[in-house]
């Protein structure tokens, strides 16, 4: 069974930052799959946020999060990172870790179904 495991969630005041983590237990490695980190705010649909190659090599970030959030990894501790800097009140949501076992060394995916599981989320919320 895999599962990952996301942390690092918290209330912060507009303009702070936080670090979210995702590390996979259950699982040996997942050094060679595609990540990505998604959100949904209450009321509207799941969406991409910033995604990552196995490689690392590549990264794709949704447009309203360009400039202040930045995605990494670590394959040798096996946990994916997102940096959120400047963070704003429409930031807030729950944050989920994807992984899609399966893709190229740059690929990079930004569609919920191109996902095969998830986590169970974290709560970010952003005061004004």
């Known amino acids: 069974q895999v599962q990952l495991v996301e942390s690092g969630g918290g209330l912060v005041q507009a303009g702070g930052s936080l670090r979210l983590s995702c590390a996979p237990s259950g699982r040996p490695s997942f050094s060679r799959s595609a990540m990505g980190w998604f959100r949904q705010a209450p009321g509207k649909e799941r969406e991409i946020v910033a995604a990552?190659?196995?490689?690392?090599?590549?990264?794709y970030y949704a447009d309203s999060v360009k400039g202040r959030f930045t995605i990494s990894r670590d394959n040798v501790k096996n946990t994916v990172y997102l940096q959120m800097n400047s963070l704003k009140p429409e930031d807030t949501a729950v944050y989920y870790c994807?992984?899609?076992?399966?893709?190229?060394?740059?690929?990079?995916?930004?569609?919920?179904?191109?996902?095969?599981?998830w986590g169970q989320g974290t709560q970010v919320t952003v005061s004004s």
């Open positions: 990552i190659s196995w490689s690392g090599s590549s990264t």
């Open positions: 994807a992984v899609r076992l399966a893709g190229t060394p740059s690929g990079t995916y930004y569609q919920r179904n191109d996902y095969d599981y």
